[in-house]
């Protein structure tokens, strides 16, 4: 579905912006964190950052002209061939199917704006179009959490003091920097972690790649399963925090990393949960050996809802991972070297307490039964 | 591109080597006939970077079908397998 990048707000006093600079035109591919362009008022500059990997579908604002905050500048796709919606009108009131409608209330207004959507597009439940309406509409069609929830990065401006030469970070290294940055700025993460009892696991997933005849050790495939039907079941584990609402996602699109090299992605298989167990597997170890391969497309780069990632093959007794923007949990699994197998997870501390986390892991950890 | 069965399973275990040393492991004297997964030198990531590689290096894609023991498990069916997709064995 294509993703909508907004004018942001550069103060509280201008609604309106000058659009100064567009780096990027239709077509172009572009990395999650990539500066787009740049906008001004009297007061400040602001670069606008891509809040995923893509490509430019549409451009909806030309340089030297001023841009209402909120609108949408510019739209992204996972395929150069993706369709663009209707541009965002200004919203007025419009004809109903029965009559006159009254304009949108304020909130819907904003939130209309935030997803690029049109007062039309949405079926008023009473006499105005309320947040409400715009919110079910939203959840209705499977949306993802506003892009507008893009972190702008952190990161030092000034060099320091000592000699030394910069380096461009290419494009993987600036979406790390995106995810940190988000995680710092919009996130409270907590951590927890548990033991579980790795050889029951390693023997389950023996017998399973034994019957399957496979090359590969399904041990983590099989519990990135076992996740995604966890959080299936728990909907507040497969959510984020938007404005003071959860956001709860209608699918569960895992997000899996994959070393590559000296690649570190976060490859996503998305509607996990509808695959079953042999078929996830089969997917994920497909989606796996493209990502080793460096051959993964921008769609399978974003979009996660929830998180695994191992680090086993390192044999660390614990990490603590980054939460992948707009996500809420993510599941860090390793088994040290003496053995032990520790399942931790980081978690956004609006959207989830310790206790659920730590049921939640404890079922990880525990083998499901044939 | 020297399709040798010794000069492949000579290039494929230096890439293990590789791998294996990355995760601290020492491959050096991993035997032909050796299934290389129970060896546990290279966990199923390290496989998969072997795989990618392997497809790269020699041109060829294997169908996921094919990812098995039998055809992938031990350098000298790495070798086979490679011969006999390229029309040599």
């Known amino acids: ?370 | 591109m020297n399709l040798d069965a010794h000069a492949i399973e000579a290039a494929i275990k230096a890439q293990i080597i590789a791998i294996a040393d990355t995760l601290g492991c020492d491959a050096s004297d991993l035997p032909s006939d050796e299934v290389i997964p129970a060896t546990g030198l290279i966990d199923s990531a390290g496989l998969l970077e072997l795989i990618a590689w392997f497809e790269k290096t020699y041109d060829f894609r294997v169908p996921a079908s094919e990812l098995t023991i039998d055809n992938l498990g031990t350098l000298s069916a790495m070798a086979v397998y490679l011969r006999r997709r390229k029309g040599l064995a």
Not at chain 1, 247 to 269: H, I, R
């Open chain 1, 1 to 370: 579905m294509a993703v909508p990048v907004h004018v942001p707000r550069v103060n509280n006093n201008d609604d309106e912006v000058k659009l100064v600079e567009l780096k990027v035109a239709v077509g172009d591919a572009v990395r999650a964190g990539q500066v787009l362009g740049c906008v001004e008022t009297d007061k400040a500059m602001v670069d606008i950052e891509s809040p995923s990997d893509g490509f430019v579908l549409a451009v909806q604002g030309e340089i030297d002209t001023q841009v209402v905050v909120g609108t949408v500048l510019l739209w992204l796709g996972a395929g150069v061939d993706e369709a663009v919606p209707q541009p965002a009108a200004p919203v007025s009131a419009g004809a109903a199917d029965d009559g006159v409608r009254q304009a949108p209330t304020a909130k819907a207004l904003a939130l209309l704006r935030q997803h690029g959507l049109r007062a039309d597009d949405v079926r008023a439940s009473g006499e105005r179009l309320s947040a409400d309406d715009v919110r079910q509409h939203v959840a209705a069609r499977g949306a993802r959490a506003p892009a507008g929830a893009a972190a702008k990065v952190v990161a030092q401006a000034t060099p320091p003091s000592e000699a030394g030469l910069p380096v461009a970070l290419n494009g993987n290294e600036r979406g790390m920097l995106h995810t940190v940055s988000w995680q710092r700025q919009a996130a409270v993460p907590g951590y927890i972690e548990l033991s579980y009892d790795h050889a029951a696991w390693e023997a389950h997933a023996a017998a399973y790649g034994q019957q399957h005849q496979l090359l590969l050790n399904p041990l983590l495939p099989l519990m990135a399963w076992r996740l995604v039907e966890l959080v299936a079941q728990q909907r507040r584990a497969n959510a984020t925090l938007v404005g003071e609402q959860r956001f709860e996602y209608t699918a569960v699109n895992l997000g899996f990393s994959v070393q590559a090299g000296d690649t570190l992605y976060l490859a996503v298989l998305r509607q996990a949960a509808q695959r079953g167990r042999t078929g996830f597997v089969q997917d994920l170890v497909d989606l796996q050996r493209r990502a080793a391969a460096h051959e993964l497309q921008p769609g399978e780069l974003q979009g996660a809802t929830v998180g695994f990632s191992s680090m086993s093959r390192w044999k660390v007794s614990r990490h603590v991972p980054i939460l992948a923007p707009n996500t809420a949990l993510m599941v860090a699994h390793t088994v040290g070297a003496d053995s032990t197998g520790v399942l931790g997870a980081t978690y956004d501390h609006r959207v989830l307490h310790g206790g659920d986390v730590a049921t939640l892991l404890r079922k990880l950890g525990t083998v499901p039964k044939a």
